[in-house]
């Protein structure tokens, strides 16, 4: 347990490191590029690169404190009342007391499919979310598993990670994209490319910054993989010592498996989710390969597996 | 000049040196261990007083519709009382048995009276205690979690050696000792 806190705010602070190199790499390949098309001297290659420097490391610092804000906008999620829906207070309530942590707030997202997430920098700052229609489909045993589950990831610092995952990483993509873009459309006319100073190393440089900005999308999803996968193992059979009823989890993952799709969530978001928010229509050919969420199947296997076949449905 | 003297001193005050950082290791994890056991009790205490608080207006509403059942409101404030004044922690589990059992009877006579039944002030009081009721049943579940890592610590080597010195003894858990709860279920017809 301490370990997988004390790993996960390494890895926090590693990506975070991570998204400073890569954004500075990028102002350095900007200002390369500059310079190689309209022939200027490299002056412009490091006023970028220290203005691209600074830029990342006020980002990342404001997306440790940020970025649940920035996640609850992107989801469009809503405070839930207590008046509203007493039930599921009551329980998270209990399962906080029973999972020694705050009890986190609650928010809503008015979607009729069935899914929940967590995000927050720390279980005393954490706001677990559902959709309207996990609230409305689950009988109590189920979603008490589910608040376990989720409560688990609070537990584990898992959120932290993965909320600064959705902005930074999330950041990452958006910016490789639009140099993709530029790159392919905007190129072609260089007025003298001889005349640049130390014409290889800035050969070199735009080349790496090239690869680095086509991978980066790739990195990225890979990112989000290795964060997501065994994590929500993990977080299941926390969640079943929480709770103490592996097929409360079990009987929901099978309920919500039938439609876990979420309107407002996307791929910077998707690995939050208890289950895949993401549409399966959609991009056939590498769908397995690169599933932020792990079978549900196996899921539910090795929650009865636990339960001893008590309350399995 | 390293005489062979200093060197045996050294590797001496190493290894004591090495040792003291050990104990200090373990004093501090019984400590914190110790910490834990007390904030989960302060958890179960909060929903104890949430009952306690919540009992004599239950009583009073009761009184209002059924004026004949006075025993069992007698048990559940004498059984709410146990609870106050209970020092430790097997009391506190005994009276809070009590007071959930008391409860179970009064609900139990309740069902004989459709106005008190109607009630929306009871219904809402019945909801909180039931509320109330599974959050003490998980704050005993995390207390008692801790007090299980917390005496396996101080009862295993090498934390059973210090335990004594440093006066750690074994904490009680928050037992259910309910007759119906442990006993096979009885059905009559």
């Known amino acids: 347990m301490y370990e997988n806190i004390a790993q996960n705010k390494a890895k926090t602070v590693a990506i975070m490191i991570g998204f400073i190199a890569f954004i500075t790499l990028v102002g350095l390949a900007i200002g390369y590029y500059i310079d190689w098309r309209y022939g200027v001297s490299n002056n412009y290659s490091i006023l970028i690169m220290v203005i691209a420097f600074i830029l990342a490391i006020i980002m990342s610092f404001s997306s440790y404190y940020y970025s649940d804000r920035i996640v609850l906008g992107l989801t469009k999620a809503m405070p839930l009342s207590r008046a509203e829906n007493p039930r599921v207070y009551y329980m998270t309530e209990g399962l906080s007391i029973a999972a020694g942590i705050p009890m986190p707030k609650i928010y809503v997202v008015r979607d009729t499919g069935m899914n929940a997430f967590t995000t927050g920098r720390n279980p005393q700052k954490s706001i677990l979310v559902f959709t309207q229609g996990i609230l409305d489909n689950l009988n109590d045993e189920e979603l008490k598993g589910v608040i376990s589950h989720e409560l688990s990831h609070i537990k584990n610092y898992d959120i932290l990670l993965g909320t600064v995952i959705v902005v930074l990483v999330g950041m990452v993509s958006i910016i490789s994209n639009i140099m993709f873009r530029s790159m392919i459309f905007g190129g072609g006319r260089r007025r003298s490319s001889k005349s640049s100073g130390g014409g290889i190393l800035s050969l070199i440089l735009l080349i790496v910054g090239i690869l680095l900005i086509l991978l980066s999308p790739i990195i990225a999803t890979l990112i989000r993989l290795a964060v997501s996968r065994n994590r929500e193992y993990l977080a299941d059979s926390t969640g079943a010592l929480i709770s103490r009823y592996p097929a409360g989890l079990a009987n929901a993952l099978k309920k919500i498996s039938v439609n876990s799709e979420v309107q407002t969530a996307n791929s910077a978001t998707a690995h939050l989710f208890i289950a895949n928010p993401i549409g399966s229509k959609s991009k056939a050919i590498f769908k397995g390969l690169f599933n932020t969420h792990p079978p549900t199947e196996e899921r539910i296997r090795r929650l009865e597996n636990m339960s001893l076949g008590i309350g399995v449905k | ?189």
């Open chain 2, 1 to 189: 000049m390293l005489t062979g003297v200093t060197i045996l001193l050294v590797v001496i005050g190493a290894i004591v040196l090495i040792m003291i950082f050990a104990v200090i290791g373990i004093y501090n994890s019984m400590v914190s261990l110790r910490n834990k056991v007390n904030n989960s009790w302060h958890q179960i205490d909060v929903q104890l007083r949430k009952r306690y608080d919540l009992i004599p207006n239950l009583v009073e509403t009761v009184k209002g519709y059924a004026k004949h059942e006075r025993e069992t409101l007698q048990n559940v404030i004498n059984a709410r009382k146990l609870g106050i004044d209970a020092k430790d922690v097997k009391d506190q589990a005994k009276a809070e048995n009590m007071i959930s059992g008391a409860l179970k009877s009064l609900f139990a006579v309740s069902e004989n009276y459709p106005n008190l039944k109607a009630d929306q002030h009871f219904t809402k009081l019945m909801e909180q205690l039931n509320g109330i009721e599974s959050n003490i049943a998980f704050a005993r579940q995390f207390y008692n979690d801790m007090v299980m890592q917390f005496n396996t610590r101080i009862q295993t080597f090498p934390g059973n050696m210090f335990a004594r010195i440093f006066n750690f003894t074994a904490k009680d858990y928050f037992e259910i000792e309910e007759a119906t709860a442990r006993g096979p279920v009885k059905v009559k017809f």
